[in-house]
């Protein structure tokens, strides 16, 4: 099946500690987004990666840090700097260029902190 | 004024009726526009692109209005599975990140 998985489905973290979210897509697809959501609220962009080894700060990259060293993986740490990290995270995918301009998403990990 | 607005509803339909929701964006340069769908506690899922025609699926039909920069969604016949959240998504140009309003939460009565 392809498809973009996250994991876990819930995490939780205590007070001062970095966690590490994993996102995993086997559609082969070039670009990954990292978005929060919150309730109520609409989706907001953490960061993203057009390409392997590159990604930049969306909205509200403050608190977070990403990695891009495979095509298939985009994890997110949530560090000890983002004071507010209780929400529901979600991971997406898109296939650059062409007329592919459809963007998947993952099913989401909700973060708690204890 | 916002990058995107979407009245966050709720609105209460009993099945069988037509509802209808718009959304306004901010940056006349924007050039791909869609709605998804988000169930409670799911990730959004796409539920059509709107092309500067107007297209249809269905019982969804979906409008863009460069002129006044909105884009709408019209529901035909309303199912209690159309109850969800309802996101107006755009995206400015070439790769650059789609964006996301923060949705309008209909909920469809037996």
């Known amino acids: 099946d392809g498809g973009i998985t996250q994991s876990p489905k819930y995490l939780f973290r205590k007070e001062g500690q970095n966690v590490t979210l994993s996102c995993e897509q086997n559609l082969n697809h070039d670009a990954m987004y990292w978005y929060r959501q919150d309730p109520g609220q609409g989706l907001r962009l953490i960061y993203y990666?057009?390409?392997?080894?590159?990604?930049q700060k969306g909205d509200i990259a403050e608190g977070y840090s990403v990695s891009r060293e495979k095509k298939e993986s985009f994890p997110l740490t949530v560090t000890s700097a983002q004071k507010n990290p209780t929400a529901f995270y979600l991971c997406?995918?898109?296939?650059?260029?062409?007329?592919?301009?459809?963007?998947?998403f993952g099913p989401g990990t909700r973060l708690l902190v204890l | 004024r916002k990058e995107v607005e979407q009245d966050p509803g709720p609105f209460n339909v009993p099945e069988g009726a037509t509802v209808a929701f718009n959304c306004t964006y901010s940056?006349?340069?924007?050039?791909?526009f869609f709605w998804y769908r988000q169930d409670c506690r799911k990730e959004p899922k796409l539920l059509m692109s709107?092309?500067?025609s107007g297209n249809e699926d269905g019982r969804f039909t979906a409008q863009l209005n460069r002129a006044s920069q909105y884009i709408s969604l019209l529901i035909r016949d309303s199912k209690l599975s159309d109850s969800a959240t309802y996101l107006c998504v755009f995206r400015n140009s070439g790769n650059t990140p789609l964006v996301f309003g923060k949705g309008t939460r209909l909920s469809v009565i037996a």
């Open positions: 709107v092309y500067s």
């Open positions: 940056n006349s340069a924007s050039q791909s």
């Open positions: 990666s057009q390409i392997v080894n590159d990604f």
């Open positions: 997406a995918s898109r296939s650059s260029g062409g007329a592919e301009e459809t963007q998947y």
